[in-house]
């Protein structure tokens, strides 16, 4: 329903997106635009990623204290251009450097659900984040990256030490 929306008329929409962003009760339109504790085997459900990203960066950098907050919430757990990649990275672009923003998304990229074992869905994230790294010039997001390999890297270990002691 969100593309159907957006690509109808996808300024409009935003325009009508971001007032609602503005007031103080926006728990149900952030979990409409992000998809913060789905599966990781699912689908993208998100509907920020049907909005141009350009246009959702330009209207966070017109009042960066209070709206960076929220778009962190609804940030696609991606880089990946197809599936919304494109403004995870132009956020990182401009907010990577505060360390802040930078650990909120690493948190925010960690949070979901799985099946099976958490060293191998782990794992698996830092296989894509390992990919990302082939594929980013920037070093404000290969900086992000790093941080966030390392902090995977802490989860796989301590998650191997747990699953080795449930056998």
């Not at 757990?77 to 197809?82: E, F, I, R, V």
């Not at 799985?114 to 900086?143: C, D, M």
Request: net charge negative.
């Amino acid at each position: 329903m969100a593309d159907v929306i957006v690509r109808a008329h996808p300024n409009e929409a935003w325009t009508i997106v971001s007032k609602l962003l503005e007031s103080d009760e926006t728990h149900g339109l952030v979990s409409w635009l992000g998809d913060e504790f789905g599966f990781d085997d699912r689908s993208q459900v998100d509907a920020i990623r049907h909005f141009d990203p350009d246009v959702i960066m330009a209207w966070v950098l017109q009042n960066p204290e209070t709206r960076v907050r929220k778009l962190l919430r609804c940030l696609p757990k991606t880089l990946d251009a197809k599936d919304g990649g494109k403004l995870t990275k132009l956020c990182l672009e401009v907010f990577g450097d505060h360390e802040n923003v930078a650990d909120y998304l690493i948190g925010h990229f960690w949070a979901g659900r799985w099946t099976g074992p958490e060293s191998a869905y782990r794992a698996g994230q830092r296989n894509k984040a390992r990919q990302w790294i082939s594929e980013t010039k920037s070093g404000k997001v290969l900086a992000w990256l790093d941080r966030y390999i390392e902090a995977l890297n802490r989860d796989i270990e301590a998650a191997e030490l747990r699953e080795g002691r449930e056998f």
